[in-house]
C-alpha cells in the first residue's frame, strides 16, 4: 500500500470511528432487567426523584398523586385532589411534591396550585406559580434559571427567568404547541405541533431540530437524547397499543418496546441516566428497567 493510500485508508476510519461515536447506530441501546410493580392503584405517568430512590406516579385520569419507594414497592397517598395526577413535579431537592389541582364542587373552571411535603405534615397553597406551568421545571427563583410558560391566549410556549417576569417566545410559527419539556441543562425545549415533535433553543433563538411523529417525554440526563411514545390508534381517539423509541437530536431512531399487550406510555429517565420508569395503560402497572448502552 502506497502512502497515499495508507493517509486516505487512516482518514477514511477515523471518520467512520468518530461517526459511530457522535451518531450511535440503531443497537447501541436497549432496555433489560425489567421489573413490573403492581398495585391496588391504577398508577401512570412515574417521575423519578432527584435521588432515584422514588417515583411520584398519578392515580387513574390523573386523579390523585402518590409516591413509590422503590426498595421497598411501597406506595404512599399524598393527594386525593381532582386532577392533581396531571404533570406534578419534584422539588429541585426531592422534600415536597408541586401540583395543580381544580376544584370540582365550588370553582369548577378555577385551578390552584398548591405543595404537599412527603411528610404529609406541611400543605400550603403557591399563588405565585401559573396552574397551567406547574408541569414544568420549577426553579430556585432565587436564581437567574431560566423557566418557560405556557401562552394560553397564543398557544406558543415563552421563556422566562425564575427571578423575573419578563418573557421571550421559545416556540416559532403558526403552529398551536402543547406538552412542552425543558432539558435538564435548561439549554433545550421539547414541544409538539400536530403529532410532530420539534425541539427549540430556550433562549428564544429558534428551531434545533424536527424529530417527526411522537409524544416526547423525558430527556437524558445530559440534554442530548429523548425517549418518546408512539401510538396506535383506530380513530385518533381510542389507543390500541404504544411502544417507546429512543432519539438523539440528529434524528437518528431506536424501537425499545415490542410488546402488543401493553399499551407503554410516559417514560421517565432516571438523574443517573441508568434506570428508565414507564407506564402501561393497559394494565395500570409501572415498569421499570435498565438503560443499556
Known amino acids: 500500500m502506497n502512502t497515499l493510500l495508507l493517509i486516505l ?19 447501541s ?4 432487567n425489567e421489573t413490573i410493580i403492581t398495585s391496588d392503584q391504577f398508577l401512570m405517568a412515574p417521575q423519578w426523584s432527584p435521588d432515584d430512590r422514588k417515583l411520584l406516579t398519578s392515580g387513574e385520569a390523573n386523579n390523585g398523586i402518590y409516591v413509590l419507594t422503590i426498595d ?32 370540582q364542587f365550588t370553582k369548577p373552571s378555577q385551578y390552584e396550585t398548591r405543595t404537599v411535603f412527603l411528610d404529609g405534615k406541611k400543605r400550603k397553597l403557591e399563588k405565585a406559580i401559573d396552574p397551567f406551568t406547574i408541569f414544568t421545571t420549577v426553579g430556585d427563583k432565587k436564581k437567574r434559571q431560566i423557566g418557560i410558560k405556557y401562552n394560553r391566549n397564543t398557544l406558543q410556549v415563552e421563556g422566562c427567568y425564575t427571578d423575573s417576569d419578563d418573557t421571550w417566545l421559545i416556540t416559532s410559527g403558526k403552529g398551536q404547541y402543547y406538552h412542552p419539556v425543558l432539558s435538564p441543562d435548561r439549554k433545550l425545549l421539547l414541544a409538539h405541533s400536530k403529532s410532530k415533535m420539534y425541539v427549540f433553543a430556550s433562549d428564544g433563538s429558534g428551531l434545533i431540530a424536527e424529530l417527526g411523529y411522537g409524544l416526547g417525554n423525558t430527556w437524558s440526563p445530559n440534554s442530548d437524547q429523548i ?3 408512539v401510538e396506535e390508534s383506530k380513530d385518533g381517539h381510542t389507543i390500541l397499543g404504544a411502544e417507546l423509541y429512543h432519539t438523539n437530536l440528529s434524528g437518528q431512531k431506536t424501537q425499545l418496546t415490542d410488546t402488543p399487550n401493553r399499551i407503554e406510555n410516559w417514560p421517565d429517565w432516571s438523574a443517573s441516566g441508568k434506570k428508565l420508569a414507564f407506564s402501561d395503560a393497559a394494565s395500570g402497572q409501572l415498569i421499570i428497567c435498565d438503560i443499556e448502552f
Open 29 to 32: 441501546i436497549k432496555l433489560s
Open 9 to 27: 485508508w487512516i482518514i477514511i476510519n477515523v471518520a467512520d470511528n468518530l461517526e459511530h461515536v457522535l451518531h450511535p447506530n440503531s443497537n
Open 227 to 229: 425517549i418518546y411514545t
Open 72 to 103: 421497598t414497592e411501597e406506595l404512599t397517598q399524598v393527594s386525593n385532589l381532582f386532577g392533581s395526577g396531571y404533570r406534578p413535579s419534584w422539588s429541585e431537592k426531592g422534600d415536597f411534591i408541586y401540583f395543580r389541582y381544580k376544584d
